[in-house]
């Protein structure tokens, strides 16, 4: 049963959730920042064909989206091992394997609904959505500013 706003405002799973929610998006959002901030750096001094060099840039983004993916994954499954946190609904019991799916679903805003947030994990996904619908167009963002200016025969 899930409890009534001021019951849950007053219930330490809650906040307990709240923080780590707060913590994997800070760290999941820092992670992101500084592979974008060292592809800026490093990419041109990379001694590589333009071609190649946008090849390589696109598999770090890519590297840095699955590694914010597994870091949620991690973490529902994590927490999904204390049932007043929530589960996820058509896995039971929850393997690694599938919290990584859930993240993996939610992260790309995909949600197929084959599996389901149940209770108070609900806000690390919909947090996690939010975050990596931001995460996405910025690396969409970024990697269109690098394609523009190698892709004119710059750098």
Not at 35 to 60: A, D, E, G, N, T
Not at 74 to 82: D, E, K, P, R
Request: charged share 10%; with cysteine.
């Amino acid at each position: 049963m899930t409890p009534g706003f001021g019951e849950a405002l007053g219930s330490a799973p809650y906040w307990a959730l709240v923080g780590i929610t707060m913590l994997v998006v800070s760290l999941a959002v820092g992670l992101h920042y500084e592979v974008l901030q060292h592809l800026s750096r490093r990419m041109p001094h990379w001694k590589l064909p333009r071609h190649p060099r946008i090849y390589v840039m696109i598999l770090c983004i890519l590297g840095a989206h699955i590694l914010a993916i597994w870091l949620f994954g991690l973490t529902i499954f994590a927490l999904v091992q204390w049932p007043q946190l929530g589960t996820i609904a058509g896995a039971d019991p929850v393997k690694l394997l599938d919290a990584v799916y859930v993240s993996a679903i939610t992260y790309s805003t995909v949600g197929y609904g084959d599996l389901v947030p149940k209770g108070p994990i609900r806000f690390l996904l919909g947090t996690e959505a939010l975050s990596g619908f931001v995460m996405i167009t910025w690396s969409a963002s970024f990697a269109y500013l690098e394609m523009a200016r190698y892709w004119k025969g710059g750098e």
